[in-house]
DNA sequence: GCAAAAGTGTTGGTATTACACCCATGT
DNA sequence: ACATGGGTGTAATACCAACACTTTTGC
């Protein structure tokens, strides 16, 4: 079942740390990996940029590859160049982080192209393997980033299903942040900036006093946005 | 005089927005390209990553050779990788900002190794030329997060003197945030965070009130910094 | 004495923290 | 009825923004 590398001179690749949120839990998708090197390790999930591709249409197309999915939120975060985190030869690797709703009727569906992309499992991030390569590294990184990052961009929605309850929101900013959040002063804040958009529904098949769903509004987010970077123009 | 570069398949270069301050103004280090492609052109200065040397050796490598210093604050921001971006070939480029301190009587003596390096001129970000390749975008992006750094890093004393006066430090926040500040909001909040230390002199050669002297006191401000992180732990 | 920059406090508003109980629902 | 999480307000404090005049020095 060994697959074999060729050896190589030099290549460029993609390294992504696919977040994702399910139980109260932050997650990332990791491979198994059934080639050398590292055979049996877990791995972020990657692959190598073609010639012909830019650095950015080659991390979509991976990341599309792995997932199935279209149109996800990703950002590249670091470039990581040892020369000898990759044992076969010179691999330069581009990573990225990448946002994705988890839910179960709709398995992640790797495009098997290559038979490179294999099938991914989700770990908390609290308890993760040790990983191939510098990949333990590359994800230390990535986390750090999107834990920066939550201070001034949505992303948190893009984690989350469409409809969500503050209490889901709540548990993602303390995953996500490493710390437990006051309730009351997390909802009067959220709710203070104005983009959450309380629908007429709630919770269904829960054992206790259904919440309310919210949605993320994003026109009014972009309006909000705006008129704060045209404040801090003048 | 020109020099012919050859046609080449793929490379992995490293190109830096050096940063320094001067005269109230923040600038950036520029070299004319006396070579095709982008002849006579403004180009951010950089070079190629040798096969067998890691991303960040490489960075201070090229970093030293450009202006002879060593052990300048660096850090890389993005890696730049479209198709085209080179015309010559395939050129992925890693990118870093720098922040030295400039002074007249230590002007930068790039190491000629190569006859790669050549004399660089400063330029304010506030009226650069058109850059060769997509330097323009490149330099936009690095001061962007210089911006954003400013707020969480104690980068500004890597661009002064080790003596400074509080309003070059005040004029240095201003020209990296592209705004005014508030004099007296800025003393205050300077002097409150404690990791400035006021010295028994003053400026000299002022035709007008000479302005106390103050150091950045990296030992105080890792003592800061460290107890805020532990405080946000628990 | 005048030009040029240094230096200095107060106030009002806003944002952040800490904190505890009742409510609705399903079993 | 009870277990589970949903939902709510207030007071104290810290932080931030706005604002103008006096002092020192070299010329």
Redesign the interface.
Do not use: L, N
């Given at each position: 079942m060994k697959e074999h590398l060729p050896k190589f001179?030099?290549a460029?690749s993609i390294d992504c740390v696919i977040f994702g949120f399910e139980a109260g839990e932050l997650k990332i998708s990791l491979i198994e990996r059934s080639a050398e090197p590292y055979t049996d390790w877990w791995a972020l999930p990657g692959n190598i940029?073609k010639?012909?591709?830019?650095?950015?249409a080659?991390a979509e197309r991976i990341l599309h590859e792995l997932t199935g999915l279209h149109d996800l939120h990703m950002e590249?975060f670091?470039?990581?160049?040892?020369?000898n985190r990759h044992p076969s030869g010179?691999v330069?690797t581009?990573a990225y982080y990448a946002l994705i709703r988890i839910n179960h009727q709709d398995e992640l569906r790797p495009v098997n192209q290559e038979q490179l992309a294999k099938k991914a499992f989700w770990h908390s991030v609290n308890d993760l393997p040790k990983l191939a390569f510098d990949h333990t590294e590359i994800f230390k990184y990535g986390f750090d980033q999107l834990k920066r990052k939550l201070n001034y961009q949505p992303i948190a929605f893009e984690l989350l299903p469409e409809k969500f309850t503050l209490t889901q929101l709540q548990q993602l900013y303390e995953a996500i942040l490493c710390?437990k959040l006051d309730k009351r002063n997390f909802r009067k804040k959220m709710l203070s900036y104005g983009f959450l958009k309380e629908l007429d529904e709630k919770q269904k098949n829960v054992s206790f006093r259904a919440a309310k769903l919210y949605k993320f509004d994003r026109r009014k987010y972009a309006k909000i946005f705006q008129s704060e970077l045209s404040a801090?123009?003048k």
């Open positions: 001179e030099s460029i940029v010639q012909d591709e830019s650095i950015e080659a590249q670091h470039t990581f160049g040892d020369v010179r330069i581009v710390k801090s123009e």
